[in-house]
């Protein structure tokens, strides 16, 4: 018909798949700015500067360095403006923000891992969905950004100011129990984790400083289990089969305080499995990485209701939801 005959349907249709076809490559030079140290740069000099000065200062090719920087306007990463004849460069507030590695909200691990992992490890996606294996990482950088954007809403989703004890099990950087000894600063976290997942967090992430937060090694589905009013689980769930969540939630519940709980971070599907379009990308993402998946709370329910726990609570954040689940 006239509709979808026309030139202009077919420059649309184009120009929507040229969108999703480059979309990595549009995360790749995100990527490739962030860590040659251009955002961090322009946010430093606190002033544009122009390609060549750029490159200087970074040791790259003048000529390598425009095209990059050039894309990065497209892309609305960096803003730029003529003076004086010159053509000069200067980083947005999304760069600002999350681009420069020193912003204490940078998302440079993230994009960091997504860019050398997880673009590398699609090409074993079809080796996946036959086979159901998986590649592991551990992407500590990358879930370390995630609680400075939604750490504050997320732990403030319930009152949990009556949790003294807690235990983030599978804490790795320690980033979640940061966020809640700062919100209720009568309470004290232990971080469960792998002795050198244990050993990385103390070395570069945890604070002697924080005399509230302390560590215990050890696998959480064959070592014991620290006693606690409350135990964390921060997308840890999705990692994991069903089998071995119940397994999980079972030995958490028998180590459990009575009247304390479990609280459970991560993306919810929604009960049709229609969306939200992230879970789904998400669960692919697991189907590389992991033997898990992304949930319905239905089924986050299921789970919780086989281990023992009682008076489930769902409440939605901006990013993640949490579940709280009662001995």
């Known amino acids: 018909n006239k509709i979808t005959s026309g030139s202009s349907f077919h420059v649309t249709i184009l120009n929507s798949f040229l969108l999703y076809s480059l979309a990595p490559f549009c995360i790749q030079i995100m990527f490739t700015a962030s860590d040659l140290g251009v955002f961090d740069l322009l946010m430093e000099s606190k002033e544009p500067l122009t390609s060549v000065t750029i490159a200087e200062r970074l040791g790259t090719s003048p000529f390598g360095m425009e095209r990059l920087l050039e894309a990065c306007v497209g892309l609305k990463y960096l803003q730029v403006e003529r003076k004086d004849n010159q053509t000069l460069y200067g980083n947005t507030d999304l760069a600002n923000l999350y681009l420069a590695k020193s912003s204490l909200k940078s998302q440079y691990h993230s994009l960091k891992f997504t860019s050398e992992f997880i673009y590398m490890g699609m090409q074993y996606l079809a080796d996946s969905v036959r086979s159901k294996s998986g590649l592991q990482k551990i992407f500590m950088g990358a879930m370390d950004e995630k609680w400075h954007l939604f750490g504050r809403e997320i732990m403030t989703a319930f009152d949990l100011s009556h949790f003294p004890l807690v235990c983030d099990v599978g804490g790795c950087t320690g980033a979640c129990a940061k966020e809640y000894i700062s919100l209720y600063p009568n309470s004290t976290v232990t971080i469960l984790d792998l002795p050198e ?79 939200p379009v992230r879970c789904h990308l998400y669960s692919v993402i697991m ?41």
């Open 197 to 275: 997942i244990v050993e990385q967090a103390k070395n570069h992430y945890v604070s002697s400083q924080d005399h509230q937060i302390t560590f215990h090694k050890g696998d959480f589905f064959k070592d014991p289990i620290p006693e606690a009013d409350l135990y964390i689980l921060a997308r840890v769930l999705h990692d994991w089969s069903d089998e071995k969540c119940v397994q999980l939630l079972t030995r958490l519940h028998k180590a459990c305080k009575p009247g304390g709980g479990v609280l459970i971070v991560e993306m919810v599907l929604n009960e049709d499995r229609k969306g």
């Open 287 to 327: 189907l590389l990485l992991t033997e898990g998946q992304e949930r319905t709370a239905s089924e986050y329910n299921a789970l919780l209701s086989a281990a023992g726990f009682k008076e489930i609570q769902q409440k939605k954040t901006s990013f993640f939801d949490t579940i709280l689940a009662r001995k």
